[in-house]
């Protein structure tokens, strides 16, 4: 099991017991539980202590062990902790362990308990609990309150927190029943209050799409420029129109709901069209770059399952042959109406679950396409606009943006400056535009982004949590699985149910929602401003593609085989 911050490594033996005083009501559940089931309170402690500690890395039990026989011996408690067991039953199986009987030809090889609970005070004491490292009294004190008194070894320290964090669970678990262990938090209500601060991203949004804010931009000034090139200047009505005849064409060749449509571009404003015509469409965007060769290009388009790939002449070359595409500079295109895609054109309202992005992360063999909502991009990117725009000149509407595709991002990155109606200038240089919410870069976890500089918080309705394997918040300083959830959340994996399965779990902070599980192991900082290490250590292990290399220098690789190393050690 970990050690976390406030249990210290070896150092030297403190002379002050750890002494802590349940409350009334607490003491009174621990006495009344012990009645019921004809055992000792410190045995119920001993079942508390289980449940708090939680499943060990590979399967490994805690070694709890329970003084028996005024200390005599100690009764071994090794039980597998499950997240759906009671904690009514998990104190009848305590207390089987306890009333079992004592083996007379004891393993020599087995080391001694971790911790043991014993009923009495430290002066009861016997030679048999003088090896353990750590050994938790439990007596009646006047007032009939139960007191808890942990003696430990020399090199080990207990501090205060985890002490007082250890005698809330022990209440919470004995006025618990038959409510699951899992369900029951390790953390006390002051440090939940924290991550609940922490976490407070809540920001009142209308649900809209991508094409909605996309038709609100271009339709704010159709006259004014939207992009200014060596070439000329192309206005926010001549985007419009032009998005509008391709959206025909797509249409016409069979694009809807559920299609995926690449936009293999060489210039950025064409990038721009061809984006806003396939969402009009219906279909969903997968970015593809002109700077990827032939074969990898074919794998993400085959990975993607695109069907139509949207393209200039430079870019057509290395589109496989199976794909059919939609050349910008076809004269067909003069041949479909500029005017609004309307039903008749056989176009259907996108809603906000409909996959508005596809993208393929991975290396080399190991490509998996993840499918994100419009909800959630939408979500995304009205996000980072106003942070960016809340250091800008109010009113100042004109941008700078990269003339080469490549150089975009994502989709988002695509689509912001047609999204704020601003005039575009295109460059091939590195002062570009683009909003990051915050001076530094955007993690990405699961679709959803965190900022790095800054207030480094999560970003607009975005939520991350530390949990253990019973999906309880970690305690400050343990470690445990990164989780993140919220609005901009992607939707999953569409080549791969299982791993979406497994990785996109029920949110138990946030009913009717979902959580990601990045596949990273990160600790909470006993702060707000030290949990921003829990961006800065992990690395999104969903929805990150190699264009985002460069974000990956300030954060660490961690295998997501790896069972993380949760709950806290007493």
Do not use: K
């Not at 590979?58 to 329970?66: D, H, I, K, S």
């Not at 899992?182 to 209308?206: C, F, K, P, R, Y």
């Not at 982004?449 to 999906?471: K, M, T």
């Not at 959340?489 to 779990?505: E, M, N, Q, S």
Request: with cysteine; glycine share 10%.
């Amino acid at each position: 099991m970990p050690i976390p911050d406030d249990l210290t490594p070896p150092g030297v033996r403190t002379a002050v017991p750890s002494v802590t005083v349940l409350s009334a009501a607490g003491s009174a559940a621990v006495r009344a539980l012990a009645t019921d089931h004809h055992i000792g309170a410190e045995t119920v402690v001993a079942a508390a202590l289980v449940a708090y500690r939680g499943p060990g890395p590979e399967n490994a039990t805690p070694r709890v062990g329970v003084a028996v026989s005024g200390g005599s011996r100690i009764a071994p408690v090794d039980l597998p902790v499950g997240a759906r067991h009671s904690a009514s039953g998990l104190v009848v199986r305590v207390g089987a362990c306890v009333d079992s009987p004592v083996d007379p030809d004891p393993d020599p090889g087995v080391a001694p308990r971790d911790v043991v609970v014993a009923a009495g005070e430290p002066t009861d004491a016997t030679t048999v609990l003088a090896g353990i490292p750590v050994v938790v009294w439990c007596r009646l004190a006047d007032g009939g309150c139960l007191t808890l008194e942990i003696v430990t070894a020399p090199g080990v320290s207990v501090s205060d927190a985890h002490r007082r964090r250890f005698a809330e669970f022990v209440e919470r678990f004995a006025r618990a029943g038959r409510v699951a262990v899992g369900s029951l938090q390790i953390v006390t209500e002051d440090e939940h209050v924290l991550l609940d601060e922490w976490n407070d991203s809540a920001e009142l949004l209308a649900p809209t799409t991508l094409v909605d804010l996309v038709e609100m931009g271009l339709t704010r000034d159709p006259d004014r420029a939207a992009i200014v090139t060596r070439d000329g200047v192309v206005t926010h009505g001549d985007i419009d129109c032009f998005a509008n005849r391709i959206a025909r064409a797509l249409l016409a060749s069979g694009v809807g709901a559920g299609s995926v449509v690449g936009v293999l571009c060489e210039s950025a404003p064409a990038a721009m069209v061809a984006a806003v015509a396939v969402l009009r469409a219906g279909g969903a965007v997968l970015m593809l770059s002109t700077r990827a060769g032939a074969p990898e290009t074919i794998v993400r388009i085959a990975e993607a399952r695109a069907t139509r790939v949207v393209t200039d002449s430079p870019a057509a070359a290395v589109v496989p042959p199976w794909v059919e595409v939609v050349a910008l500079d076809d004269d067909e295109l003069d041949h479909h109406p500029d005017e609004p895609i309307s039903a008749e054109d056989g176009a259907r309202p996108c809603h906000l679950m409909a996959t508005a992005e596809v993208t393929v992360s991975g290396v080399g063999d190991d490509l998996a396409a993840l499918a994100h909502s419009h909800a959630a991009l939408a979500n995304r990117l009205q996000w980072t606009i106003d942070d960016w725009e809340a250091s800008r000149t109010p009113g100042v509407q004109q941008v700078l943006v990269p003339a080469d595709a490549h150089r975009l991002r994502d989709l988002c990155d695509v689509l912001w400056p047609l999204v704020i109606g601003a005039t575009a200038h295109t460059t091939v240089g590195h002062g570009i535009d683009r909003p990051t919410a915050g001076t530094g870069s955007v993690i990405e976890a699961g679709g959803a982004a965190f900022r790095v500089a800054g207030d480094e918080r999560p970003g607009w309705n975005v939520e991350a949590y530390v949990l253990d394997e019973h999906l309880r918040l970690v305690p400050p300083g343990a470690s445990g699985d990164l989780y993140v959830g919220g609005a901009q959340l992607a939707l999953g994996w569409p080549r791969d149910a299982a791993a979406t399965a497994d990785h996109f779990v029920a949110n138990p902070f946030r009913p009717g929602e979902r959580m990601v599980r990045v596949g990273s192991v990160a600790a909470r900082g006993r702060s707000v401003s030290e949990d921003v290490d829990v961006l800065r250590r992990v690395v999104a292990a969903v929805g990150v593609s190699e264009r985002d290399a460069a974000l990956r220098d300030d954060v660490v690789h961690t295998d997501e085989n790896r069972p993380a190393r949760s709950g806290p050690t007493l």
